[in-house]
């Protein structure tokens, strides 16, 4: 399934006074693993950058001021999102402000339906503890040291690391091999399973181990079957 990780930069907290959008950063993942193809893009919010807002993301006035519009980058933005699911980490946040960006174009507005909220499932998994994405990449073993300030595209990419892990992990060290050594947990305690004196007797008789015999002889000296049988 398509899913796009989504974060954004702003000015400020608040949409409605005032605030606007100064980045958005898209990653798309299939089945929750990242393809490659990513949607990125500075805005030019005309208006100041609040130092509250800059020492948050680094983005100043001056870096800002000669990137395009949100009307400008509309269309490319909409058609990389599509109709998939958006994952975002408090998307109230952020849609509120790619809401209010659109209705400034004239553009419907984004539904919640659509919005996978990665910390209220960080909330449901981890009851109590803080749930931010610096916490949430710890919690998780994430290498967090090119997070020196908050970016709309590696917070994407960082996400949806964290978000494959929310939904049970990648299963990197899966293995399809039989192994040696059986585990047993026994009410929170790890117990050594116990081992047979003897192997079962064998449940076929001596009737039906003949026959068996009798019809693989019937399939030719080359037939699979032989490797089987060799030497029993």
């Known amino acids: 399934m398509r899913e796009i990780v989504l974060d954004t930069e702003t000015t400020g907290l608040n949409p409605l006074t005032g605030d606007r959008l100064v980045e958005i950063g898209c990653v798309e993942i299939y089945n929750r693993i990242p393809t490659g193809q990513v949607y990125h893009v500075y805005l030019n919010p005309q208006r100041d950058m609040p130092v509250e807002a800059f020492n948050v993301h680094g983005l100043s006035t001056e870096f800002l001021a000669d990137k395009p519009l949100f009307a400008q980058v509309v269309d490319d933005f909409l058609a990389f999102i599509a109709g998939d699911p958006l994952v975002i980490h408090n998307a109230a946040f ?137 030497g029993s």
């Open 94 to 230: 952020d849609i509120g402000f790619l809401n209010a960006e659109l209705a400034k174009v004239g553009r419907p507005a984004l539904s919640f339906d659509r919005v996978v909220d990665t910390l209220a499932l960080a909330r449901r998994r981890h009851p109590g503890a803080s749930n931010r994405l610096d916490d949430l990449m710890n919690r998780y073993g994430i290498d967090s040291s090119r997070r020196t300030k908050h970016g709309a595209l590696l917070d994407s990419e960082l996400l949806a690391e964290v978000y494959a892990e929310l939904c049970g992990g990648k299963q990197t060290a899966l293995s399809l091999t039989v192994s040696e050594t059986t585990v047993v947990v026994v009410e929170g305690q790890v117990a050594a399973p116990l081992q047979r004196p003897r192997p079962l007797a064998p449940r076929r008789s001596a009737e039906e181990a003949a026959a068996h015999a009798a019809f693989i002889a019937t399939l030719g000296e080359n037939a699979i079957w032989n490797d089987y049988t060799a």
